[in-house]
């Protein structure tokens, strides 16, 4: 079965970038999305088809894929994306996704 | 608007079945499929299967063919899962999601249905 790796956590300071990878075997070759979760709250699709924002995401979220890695680029991180990340690839009709990344905007 | 509504909290024992309901409006039920995907205490997503709302045609996670149905009532645009011979394991919060532009993103969440297995 296909395995996506993301890093467990990652902590940044408010106005910094944070950049989140997902790996994967020829991931450049799938599309790549992610989601956002906060606590007690279903995930939210903030990235999809590697680039594109769904409406109303800020625009600080932008995605690459290439190769073997997939990233989420947040710029000028702020303390409302602190959270967990998970990224999601679609192989064979069935979906994957990373073990998540928990983001602390401290 | 898109809305996936789910049915609420269940406890079960050990052994039971469970079967969680996601009332979908707000757009053509049969154009797009359902997924499945689950969430333990604490741990990641995990996807469980989806089915085609157009002809039933279902697909399922290795881990867990065998011990998961997906059907829908096209009539009903409603879509469940059951879950059988029930574990603590399966203890977890239960989505149904939705992806419509086709490259398997899930643009679209319920808001998740609270499984607890407990004796």
């Known amino acids: 079965s296909y395995e996506l790796t993301q890093p467990p956590s990652l902590s940044v300071s408010p106005g910094q970038t944070a950049s989140i990878t997902c790996s994967g075997h020829?991931?450049?070759?799938?599309?790549a999305c992610w989601y956002q979760q906060k606590p007690g709250q279903s995930p939210v699709l903030v990235i999809y088809q590697d680039t594109k924002r769904p409406s109303g995401i800020p625009e600080r979220f932008s995605g690459s894929n290439s190769g073997n890695t997939a990233s989420l680029t947040i710029s000028g991180t702020q303390a409302m994306d602190e959270g967990d990340y998970y990224c999601?690839?679609?192989?064979?009709?069935?979906?994957?996704f990373g073990g998540g990344t928990k983001l602390t905007v401290l | 608007q898109v809305q996936l509504v789910q049915s609420g909290a269940e406890v079960k024992k050990p052994g039971a079945s469970v079967k969680i309901s996601c009332k979908a409006s707000?757009?053509?039920?049969?154009?797009?499929?359902i997924q499945w995907v689950r969430q333990a205490p604490g741990q990641r997503l995990e996807w469980m299967g989806w089915i085609n709302a157009a002809n039933g045609n279902t697909k399922y996670s290795e881990k867990y063919q065998g011990r998961v149905a997906i059907s829908r009532d096209t009539s009903a645009t409603t879509a469940y899962m059951e879950v059988s011979s029930l574990r603590s394991e399966d203890t977890a919060v239960y989505y149904c999601a939705l992806g419509t532009t086709g490259t398997g993103d899930l643009d679209y969440w319920g808001q998740g249905a609270l499984v607890t297995v407990s004796s």
């Open positions: 999601q690839a679609w192989d064979s009709n069935t979906v994957t």
């Open positions: 707000g757009y053509i039920f049969t154009n797009h499929a």
């Open positions: 020829k991931l450049g070759d799938k599309y």
